[in-house]
C-alpha cells in the first residue's frame, strides 16, 4: 500500500497524521493462515511482532514456573485465540482447588458465570470492559503477559485496576482491610509455628501434618481477601486457623505430659 500526498495539496497536519496510522495499522494487518500452529510457530513469529508480550510471558509465572505453553490457552487455531484465553475455563483448567473455588464463590466470580454466554469476549482486558472480571481481566489486564495480581507488582497497579469498576475509595478500604485479615492470620501462624518449635524435631508424628494445615488455610485468607470470598476469608480461613490452633496446642501439650511422666511422647 501506497500512501501518496502531493506537494502542492495543502493537508492539515492532524489529518495527515490520521492518514498514516490509518495506513500504518493496515501494514501490520498481514493475512495469518487459520493453523493449527505449534507453540514454536507461535512464539517465533510474536517474537518478532510482540517482543514486549514475549518477554512478559517468558519472564513471568507460566513460562518460568509451570511451563504453559502459548497453545495452553489460546489453543492451536489462530482465529478467535485472544477470546478463547479470556474465558475463565482456559485457567480453571490449571488452577483448580482453592485459587478457583474461592474466585467462583465470590461475587466477581459468580456475576462473571452468569454473564459468561452473552459476554462479548472480543473486547480487550482494559478498565471497565467487563461488568464483573473474570480470571484474565485482573491477572492478565491490558494484555499483560506476567501477573498484574503478583505481589510484586505493588499495590498501586491492583488499585488501578479494581478502580475501572469500583470507586478509589472502597478500593482503598478493601485493600485495607485484606491486609488486616492476613495480619491477624499470620499472627495466627506465627503461635503455631512458635508452639511447634517446642518440641524437637521428629518427636512428634503429629505437629508436621498440623503445620501443614496451618499454612495451607493461612493461604486461603489470602485468596479470600484477594478474590473477596467470604467463604475463604472466613469459614476455609480465619476459623480454619483456629481449629489448626487448638490442634497444636493439644498436641504440644500431650507431648510435654507424656515426657514429664517418662513415658513415649
Same mark, same amino acid.
Given at each position: 500500500?501506497?500512501?501518496? *500526498? ?25 493475512? *495469518? ?34 511451563? *504453559? ?40 466470580? =459468580? ?59 472502597? *478500593? ?16 495466627? =501462624? ?61 498436641? =504440644? ?13
Amino acid at each position: 500500500m501506497e500512501l501518496a *500526498v502531493s506537494t502542492e495539496m495543502k493537508v492539515p497536519a492532524w489529518i495527515l497524521g490520521i492518514l498514516i496510522l490509518t495506513s500504518s495499522h493496515a501494514w501490520s494487518e498481514e493475512a *495469518v493462515a487459520p493453523g493449527p500452529f505449534t507453540d514454536e510457530e507461535c512464539i517465533d513469529c510474536h517474537t518478532e511482532r510482540d517482543p514486549i508480550l514475549m518477554r512478559q510471558w517468558r519472564e513471568g509465572p507460566h513460562a518460568t514456573i509451570s511451563g *504453559v505453553g502459548c497453545s495452553s490457552c489460546h489453543g492451536d487455531i489462530h482465529q478467535d485465540s485472544n477470546p478463547r484465553a479470556r474465558k475463565d475455563y482456559s485457567c480453571i483448567g490449571c488452577h483448580t482447588g482453592p485459587a478457583s473455588h474461592s474466585y467462583s464463590t465470590s461475587k466477581h466470580g =459468580v456475576i462473571n458465570q452468569l454473564e459468561q454466554p452473552k459476554q462479548d469476549w472480543k473486547h480487550p482486558l482494559q478498565r471497565g470492559n467487563y461488568r464483573a472480571p473474570s480470571c484474565s481481566y485482573c491477572h492478565l489486564h491490558d494484555n499483560d503477559h506476567g501477573d498484574t495480581m503478583a505481589p510484586n507488582r505493588g499495590p498501586e497497579l491492583r488499585m488501578w485496576i479494581c478502580s475501572g469498576c469500583h470507586s478509589p475509595r472502597y *478500593v482503598r478500604e478493601q485493600l485495607a482491610s485484606g491486609k488486616r485479615l492476613l495480619k491477624i492470620a499470620d499472627l495466627k =501462624v506465627q503461635e503455631g509455628e512458635e508452639l511447634i518449635a517446642s518440641i524437637p524435631d521428629g518427636k512428634s508424628n503429629l505437629l508436621p501434618k498440623l503445620r501443614h494445615n496451618l499454612l495451607y488455610h493461612r493461604q486461603n485468607v489470602l485468596l479470600g481477601a484477594g478474590h473477596q470470598s467470604p467463604d475463604y476469608q472466613w469459614w476455609h480461613g480465619q476459623p480454619a486457623l483456629d481449629g489448626d490452633l487448638i490442634r497444636i496446642r493439644d498436641g =504440644v501439650m500431650q507431648y510435654h505430659q507424656n515426657k514429664s511422666l517418662g513415658t513415649d511422647p
